[in-house]
């Protein structure tokens, strides 16, 4: 069977973000690279947040509209501080995340918190940070990068599973509370992802279900999806991008699926 390959995205929308300043975590690898590079294209200034200070920074130094800022989102109380001054973000994208595979009864509880305080409690604050810049300019974006996990249960995941549901729950009450304002909030939901985070899933897989890492993508993280091959980071910070348009102001408290038909069983 020929494995399908990823089309070329065309930018078919106009997608003008000139003016706009947008803040996104995690995004010194994977998909809050790929998101940090599509909305410096369209000409937003572009916060780039991360826990590791090289990979932002590279960045920074191939995309000019690109502002690094070291921030370990782990530690609420400094968030505020860390993020001083970007504040006045229209456009948030929450996609800084990770993950533990472990059995329940094995699950680290000290690991399940910082999971839930990273993925839920970080961007809770800085969506309480940035609504009153939109509230105030009647716009603004807010994007959660929650995953079909968000979604769909898998075992082994349950710190991941439990943190991208309530995502999805923070999103919707987001939505709801910002229309009055012309804020719209939705969750983008992919299945895997070609990242870091992926890549070093592989052998804590292979470990759990007893098989080897070279079975683990085809048995395990492909076998729900009908499109068998992995998303590219590229494909999901196209369609981050289309949700920041004013074109898609009426789309909001959803999740858009990017799952190669994983949630249509």
Not at 157 to 174: C, D, F, P, R
Not at 231 to 250: M, N, Q, R
Request: proline fraction near 6%; charged fraction near 20%.
């Amino acid at each position: 069977m020929t494995t399908p390959q990823p089309a070329t995205p065309h930018h078919v929308v106009s997608l003008d973000l000139r003016g706009r300043t947008a803040l996104v975590t995690g995004a010194g690898s994977g998909i809050g690279r790929a998101v940090a590079v599509r909305l410096a294209e369209a000409g937003a200034r572009v916060i780039a947040v991360d826990r590791d200070k090289e990979p932002i920074e590279a960045l920074a130094v191939a995309e000019p509209a690109v502002v690094p800022v070291v921030a370990d989102l782990s530690d609420l109380d400094a968030i505020e501080e860390r993020l001083a001054g970007y504040l006045d973000a229209d456009v948030l994208v929450n996609n800084a995340g990770l993950q533990h595979v472990a059995a329940l009864e094995e699950f680290p509880p000290e690991r399940f918190g910082y999971i839930h305080t990273v993925m839920v409690q970080a961007p809770f604050r800085l969506v309480r940070a940035v609504l009153p810049h939109m509230y105030a300019g009647n716009w603004g974006r807010i994007v959660n990068i929650s995953s079909v996990h968000g979604l769909r249960a898998s075992p082994f995941k349950a710190a991941y599973v439990s943190a991208k549901h309530a995502l999805e729950g923070l999103s919707k009450t987001v939505a709801l509370e910002g229309a009055p304002h012309g804020v719209t909030a939705n969750c983008i939901s992919p299945a895997y992802v070609r990242t870091p985070l992926v890549e070093g899933q592989i052998a804590d897989q292979a470990r759990t279900h007893g098989i080897p890492e070279s079975e683990v993508v085809e048995k395990i993280m492909l076998t729900s999806a009908a499109i068998k091959r992995l998303i590219e980071p590229a494909e999901v910070a196209e369609l981050v991008a289309y949700l920041c348009t004013d074109v898609a102001g009426f789309i909001t408290g959803t999740s858009l699926s990017i799952d190669g038909g994983w949630t249509a069983h």
